[in-house]
């Protein structure tokens, strides 16, 4: 069946211009995560959304970045005036309800390189 | 906040057993998860404990204490196939079902 689908799966920016990374959850799936993964480290907490309600942003590192999931599947993190440091992959996960106990299920990420 | 600690590496011969250990100090305590990533791919879900006990799933199996703060992660019968990351993650209670991650232990697998 079909995964989670992130997109682009490699992308290169300059330092300074602004990125959008695509989500695709699994169909009917309420939760979606955006997580950042250095390399070498875990997966870090960005937001979540429940629906189209986005209930955590406190992971988020600044106020260049924003999410959306405006119709409740589709999600997008944007990275504004992106700097060296935005450099790592991006991975979005859902879950088929909010609870804790639902296994969250991964993409395979966008690996995000800032010049 | 939030602290989980993992081995940074380890190396086992394929065919045998490895226990792969986790201790976090956390404020709040919902469940742990164990995942499985191979480089460059994502996250895959291995097990889930919420409960004090072991919980079995074909070769690998999961265990949790929850007054030591401790979980492992045992794998028999090692595959070349199994070299990959482990990752320990805990739902903190009050930050909803939220995934804490450990940096993850790279496991090799010598034939």
């Known amino acids: 069946g079909a995964g989670v689908s992130q997109s682009p799966r490699y992308k290169v920016a300059k330092r300074g211009q602004d990125v959008a990374l695509r989500c695709d959850p699994i169909?009917?799936?309420?939760?979606l995560f955006w997580y950042q993964q250095a390399l070498g480290q875990g997966p870090e907490f960005l937001t979540y959304?429940?629906?189209?309600?986005?209930?955590?942003k406190s992971g988020l590192p600044s106020d260049r970045f924003f999410a959306e999931r405006p119709e409740g599947s589709v999600s997008t993190l944007k990275i504004q005036r992106t700097q060296q440091e935005d450099s790592a992959v991006y991975l979005c996960?859902?879950?088929?309800?909010?609870?804790?106990?639902?296994?969250?299920?991964f993409g395979d990420g966008t690996r995000l390189s800032i010049l | 906040g939030q602290n989980i600690d993992q081995p940074t590496e380890m190396t086992a011969t394929e065919g045998a057993i490895v226990q792969i250990n986790c201790t976090y100090q956390?404020?709040?305590?919902?469940?742990l998860f164990w995942y499985q990533q191979h480089a460059g791919e994502a996250p895959t879900f291995l097990s889930y404990?919420?409960?004090?006990g072991l919980e079995e799933k074909g070769r690998f199996s999961s265990f949790l204490s929850r007054s030591k703060g401790y979980s492992y992660l045992l794998l028999k019968e090692l595959q070349m196939k199994d070299s990959a990351s482990y990752l320990c993650?805990?739902?903190?209670?009050?930050?909803?079902?939220?995934?804490?991650f450990g940096a993850g232990t790279i496991l090799r697998v010598k034939s």
């Open positions: 956390t404020s709040g305590f919902n469940g």
């Open positions: 169909s009917g799936h309420v939760s």
């Open positions: 993650a805990v739902t903190p209670m009050e930050y909803g079902n939220k995934l804490v």
């Open positions: 959304f429940q629906n189209e309600a986005q209930l955590d």
């Open positions: 404990n919420v409960l004090d």
């Open positions: 996960a859902s879950s088929l309800w909010e609870t804790s106990n639902q296994p969250q299920h």
